[in-house]
């Protein structure tokens, strides 16, 4: 099958949004684990494992979200007022984070420190609920009317919103306690495993709560996940999950394996919640209403933006990938790297 323009946008947005989630998730974890890691030394040390490579994560954000504005100017318009709040406590929560994340290193009284690292904690978790929050407002669709948005300032407000952000909360923190696993040793790296396993199983408890519910948000979803013979297409994601989740509790109970172990099967996790999620959303980008060939701006405007993302999305990945080469290994709390 041919894939048209319109689609190769949509497919490279969804590329953004999950390296984005990969690599700004683990870091934002480490926030939201913060909490759980009270002694001085080991906090400076869970930053240092991300001082490098913190901020240019956050790239894929921008990506992401100018894409969208760029290629789907119509699902730009309707979304961003349907999650106006959303999206300002995930922009204040990133802004808390990383000025925090500077801040707290000038700060020489306890009470100071103790303000900053509160701002680390909270910026963090209110930033990944709000961004598995706006998830979950889009999948249980907009109300729309004409082109514009036109439900309420409080449509976002839902059980079922509020359960996907805490599912990525869960999910946040299980990526930021394997990063650790990688990146230090000690009693500190047992510790880590040990919130791994805690976030592993509430994380697998979001991802079967949300994907029970979710068929029963519009019919659409139930015809595509339980109706026969649809369910024969779509049930190896379900019997991959449970595949993965059996081998991640492995891979943290037993010290054998490899310290990236649990962080590349946490990812296949995500990458299966990615790709369920396309399946139910597709073609829409707006469900039940707009497609993505109702939404995209005009086919030379697609093309014209397309050159450069091909130019210059390589060029991110190059140097995104040599940065964590470079700060590669484990983290000496004395030393710096090994």
Same mark, same amino acid.
């Given at each position: 099958?041919?894939?048209?323009?319109?689609?190769?946008?949509?497919?490279?947005?969804?590329?953004?949004?999950?390296?984005?989630?990969?690599?700004?998730?683990?870091?934002?974890?480490? +926030?939201?684990?913060?909490?759980?890691?009270?002694?001085? =030394?080991?906090?400076?040390?869970?930053?240092?494992?991300?001082?490098?490579?913190?901020?240019?994560?956050?790239?894929?954000?921008?990506?992401?979200?100018?894409?969208?504005?760029?290629?789907?100017?119509?699902?730009?318009?309707?979304?961003?007022?349907?999650?106006?709040?959303?999206?300002?406590?995930?922009?204040?929560?990133?802004?808390? =984070?990383?000025?925090?994340?500077?801040?707290? /290193?000038?700060? =020489?009284?306890?009470?100071?420190?103790?303000?900053?690292?509160?701002?680390?904690?909270?910026?963090?978790?209110?930033?990944?609920?709000?961004?598995?929050?706006?998830?979950?407002?889009?999948?249980?669709?907009?109300?729309?009317?004409?082109?514009?948005? %036109?439900?309420?300032? /409080?449509? /976002?407000?839902?059980?079922?919103?509020?359960?996907?952000?805490?599912?990525?909360?869960?999910?946040?923190?299980?990526?930021?306690?394997?990063?650790?696993?990688?990146?230090?040793?000690?009693?500190?790296?047992?510790?880590?495993?040990?919130?791994?396993?805690?976030?592993?199983?509430?994380?697998?408890?979001?991802?079967?709560?949300?994907?029970? %519910?979710?068929?029963?948000?519009?019919?659409?979803?139930?015809?595509?996940?339980?109706?026969?013979?649809?369910?024969?297409?779509?049930?190896?994601?379900?019997?991959?999950?449970?595949?993965?989740? @059996?081998?991640?509790?492995?891979?943290?109970?037993? %010290?054998?394996?490899?310290?990236?172990?649990?962080?590349?099967?946490?990812?296949?996790?995500?990458?299966?919640?990615?790709?369920?999620?396309?399946?139910?959303?597709?073609?829409?980008?707006?469900?039940?209403?707009?497609?993505?060939?109702?939404?995209? %701006?005009?086919?030379?405007?697609?093309?014209?933006?397309?050159?450069?993302?091909?130019?210059?999305?390589?060029?991110? @990945?190059?140097?995104?990938?040599?940065?964590?080469?470079?700060?590669?290994?484990?983290?000496?709390?004395?030393? +710096?790297?090994?």
């Amino acid at each position: 099958m041919m894939i048209d323009l319109t689609t190769a946008w949509a497919l490279l947005l969804a590329f953004a949004v999950f390296v984005y989630v990969v690599l700004d998730g683990f870091d934002l974890g480490l +926030g939201i684990l913060y909490p759980f890691f009270p002694e001085k =030394r080991d906090r400076d040390l869970m930053m240092n494992t991300v001082a490098p490579v913190w901020d240019g994560n956050e790239t894929w954000l921008v990506l992401g979200g100018g894409g969208l504005f760029a290629a789907f100017p119509l699902a730009y318009a309707v979304i961003l007022p349907a999650t106006y709040p959303l999206i300002i406590a995930m922009l204040l929560g990133l802004i808390f =984070r990383g000025v925090a994340f500077e801040f707290r /290193w000038k700060a =020489r009284r306890p009470i100071t420190r103790w303000i900053w690292d509160a701002a680390f904690i909270g910026g963090s978790t209110v930033a990944a609920m709000a961004q598995g929050m706006t998830l979950g407002a889009l999948l249980q669709g907009i109300e729309v009317e004409g082109r514009a948005y %036109a439900g309420g300032w /409080w449509d /976002w407000l839902t059980p079922f919103t509020l359960l996907c952000g805490a599912a990525v909360v869960a999910g946040y923190a299980l990526l930021g306690a394997c990063w650790l696993n990688i990146k230090v040793e000690g009693k500190i790296q047992e510790r880590a495993r040990n919130m791994a396993r805690i976030a592993g199983v509430l994380t697998v408890i979001g991802i079967v709560a949300v994907s029970a %519910a979710t068929p029963f948000l519009e019919t659409a979803y139930f015809e595509r996940w339980l109706s026969w013979p649809g369910i024969l297409e779509v049930a190896i994601v379900p019997v991959l999950v449970g595949a993965l989740t @059996l081998w991640l509790a492995w891979a943290l109970t037993h %010290a054998r394996g490899p310290d990236w172990l649990p962080m590349m099967i946490a990812l296949a996790l995500f990458a299966l919640c990615f790709v369920g999620l396309g399946l139910s959303m597709w073609p829409w980008v707006i469900p039940p209403t707009i497609t993505l060939q109702d939404a995209a %701006a005009p086919e030379s405007s697609q093309m014209f933006m397309f050159v450069g993302a091909v130019v210059l999305v390589p060029i991110i @990945l190059a140097y995104t990938a040599y940065a964590y080469w470079v700060f590669r290994g484990k983290l000496d709390p004395d030393e +710096g790297y090994h």
